[in-house]
């Protein structure tokens, strides 16, 4: 089965870091790009970062300059850095696996919560 983990969310105040990991099983990973959502509460979610499988990285506007999403092909993982987090930033932060051909394979995780307040 597949399987999307996310950690390394938590508490911090603004102006601060958190790294998130997204370990993925049951998939063949060089055939997925990788990306990061967020759901805040009463909001959609929202794609904030994604990576193919050569490394090419996307940003939505708001976390650009701020968060760099990187792949580890050889340890199925995906990281989101984040840094000089806002507390606009606050959301359950979600990793997302889209297989590069097949439609139907897109997964989510289960999320990791990511509070910034002061």
């Known amino acids: 089965q597949v399987q999307l983990v996310e950690s390394g969310g938590g508490l911090v105040q603004p102006g601060e870091s958190l790294r998130l990991s997204c370990a993925a099983s049951g998939i063949i990973f060089g055939a997925y790009s990788m990306g990061w959502g967020r759901q805040a509460p009463g909001k959609q979610r929202e794609l904030v970062a994604t990576i193919t499988s050569g490394g090419l990285t996307n940003y939505t506007d708001s976390v650009k300059g701020r968060f760099t999403i990187s792949r580890d092909n050889a340890k199925n993982t995906v990281y989101l850095q984040m840094n000089s987090l806002k507390p606009e930033d606050t959301a359950v932060y979600y990793c997302?696996?889209?297989?590069?051909?097949?439609?139907?394979?897109?997964?989510w995780g289960q999320g990791t919560q990511v509070t910034v307040s002061s």
């Open positions: 997302n696996a889209k297989h590069i051909v097949s439609l139907r394979r897109d997964y």
